[in-house]
């Protein structure tokens, strides 16, 4: 069976679906000059049903949060509307009542218009990673070098491990790795930032990181797929912590397993621990403040797979934790 876009939202409205389409969105003012007390204007939550939508204003910005999947950069059309920079025609349209207060906000998706009331003009507190931060995707990033734009819910050099870690865990990240185009490992990868997937850990710690991230797109053939990839906490060699979905033209669909040893390792090294996995290579290896305090080493790897249907177009990709201990996140996906 053909799988459907997830922005495709049934006439009858249900927030579960909404809640999958619309993630975490980042609109961005740039393009018409909005007055910053239009934005905050904006700024709160929109709620149906059992869906809730936080928009919080950074910088000339807003950013709209349902779940820490990813991150959809935003053109404005006017001072009320937006659309999808990746996908124009899906958007936003703001409303407000004759004394200027937002009163909810419409999003449209082919279409189809459906209303999202506001309920409160404060955005609770919580950490919101600044993504606009994210250096752009580079001229001479070949389409073979999937662009994850949309798809990152943290940058690099920030601490993306559940909220609520001591403070003094906030250098533990991956600051130092080089961004843009590299060479790493065999390959050459689009580096630019995190997508982390949660796990039974990350939930009982607190983090309010997502399951899956869907629709990573691609509308490519490939032989080979290399995956630019680590993971949070060591499980046994041989668990299966996760897996890539590959769906392809005309509704066939394979899946390829993120096994714990043989695809990758935890980013932080151990002495207990062997320093390589089975069939993947060490692509990177550097530290931050935290590991060096630790006396350990940090590490991220290259895993490649063969392509199980080459001769059909893959469209896209779905990113899935199994929800074990290991927190899964990837960096790069690269074609050949």
């Not at 927030?15 to 000059?33: G, I």
């Not at 006017?78 to 920079?85: N, W």
């Not at 865990?169 to 997508?195: E, Y």
């Amino acid at each position: 069976m053909k799988k459907e876009n997830r922005f495709r939202v049934p006439r009858v409205c249900c927030a579960a679906v909404l809640v999958a389409a619309l993630n975490v969105l980042a609109v961005s003012a740039a393009e018409v000059k909005i007055d910053p007390k239009t934005l905050d204007a904006y700024v709160g939550q929109y709620e149906l049903q059992e869906a809730r939508f936080v928009f919080r204003r950074q910088g000339d910005a807003l950013l709209c949060q349902v779940a820490k999947e990813g991150v959809f950069h935003m053109e404005a059309k006017s001072d009320k509307r937006f659309v999808l920079r990746e996908l124009p025609d899906m958007g936003f349209t703001f409303k407000q009542d004759a004394k200027g207060k937002t009163t909810s906000v419409m999003f449209h998706k082919a279409g189809e218009d459906f209303e999202i009331p506001k309920t409160s003009d404060q955005a609770p507190q919580g950490r919101m990673p600044e993504l606009n931060k994210i250096p752009r995707r580079e001229p001479k990033a070949g389409p073979n070098l999937v662009d994850l734009s949309g798809k990152y819910n943290s940058r690099l050099d920030e601490f993306w491990q559940p909220d609520g870690a001591p403070e003094v865990l906030q250098q533990n990240h991956l600051g130092a790795m080089p961004r843009g185009v590299q060479r790493l490992g065999t390959v050459d990868f689009d580096v630019r930032g995190v997508v982390q997937l949660g796990s039974s850990r990350t939930a009982a710690e607190g983090g309010d990181l997502p399951k899956q991230v869907n629709e990573i797109r691609v509308n490519q053939k490939c032989r080979r797929i290399h995956f630019l990839h680590g993971t949070q906490w060591r499980v046994a060699d041989g668990t299966r912590i996760g897996s890539y979905v590959l769906h392809y033209a005309g509704g066939t669909r394979a899946e390829v397993p993120v096994i714990y040893g043989q695809h990758l390792r935890d980013w932080w090294t151990s002495g207990t621990e062997e320093y390589n996995a089975k069939i993947a290579r060490v692509a990177w290896k550097g530290s931050n403040k935290v590991a060096d305090s630790q006396k350990t080493s940090l590490r991220i790897f290259e895993s490649t797979h063969q392509n199980p249907h080459p001769e059909q177009l893959v469209q896209s990709v779905d990113f899935v934790s199994a929800m074990t201990d290991s927190a899964p996140f990837l960096i790069a996906i690269t074609l050949e």
